[in-house]
């Protein structure tokens, strides 16, 4: 399983790190995204990492404020987050693809990953 953390309420602007810890498998061998979805809107792809990190993504409304990593011996991946907007607001998902082990590239497909955790919320106050 996958547990994210590192939720809370900020203001625009600010900055929030989010953690998505796993138990039962090792992260570094399973390409991981992070997902979010707002009040009353589908669920979107905000970035993925590949095995090794050898291929990273980022949804284009996102990039060069976000960063997906990965620590190994954490067994842990991160979205950091700054220049947080308030339209960034939502419950915000990690989820790993364990179908496919040791992949060199990513998606940002929700139905390309099977193992989901439970969310946690991001909200930005204007």
């Known amino acids: 399983q996958v547990v994210e953390s590192g939720g809370g309420l900020v203001q625009s602007g600010g900055s929030l790190r989010l953690s998505c810890a796993a138990s039962?498998?090792?992260?570094?061998?399973?390409?991981i995204g992070w997902f979010r979805q707002a009040p009353g809107k589908e669920r979107e792809g905000v970035a993925c990492?590949?095995?090794?990190?050898?291929?990273?993504n980022y949804k284009d409304s996102v990039q060069g404020r976000f960063t997906i990593s990965r620590d190994s011996a954490k067994n842990t991946v991160y979205l950091e987050m700054n220049s947080l907007k308030p339209e960034d607001t939502a419950v915000y998902y990690c989820?790993?693809?364990?179908?496919?082990?040791?992949?060199?590239?990513?998606?940002?497909?929700?139905?390309?990953?099977?193992?989901w955790g439970q969310g946690t919320q991001v909200t930005v106050s204007s």
């Open positions: 989820a790993a693809d364990l179908h496919r082990r040791r992949t060199y590239y990513c998606n940002r497909i929700s139905e390309d990953y099977d193992v």
């Open positions: 990492i590949s095995t090794s990190a050898s291929n990273i």
């Open positions: 039962g498998f090792v992260l570094d061998n399973y390409r």
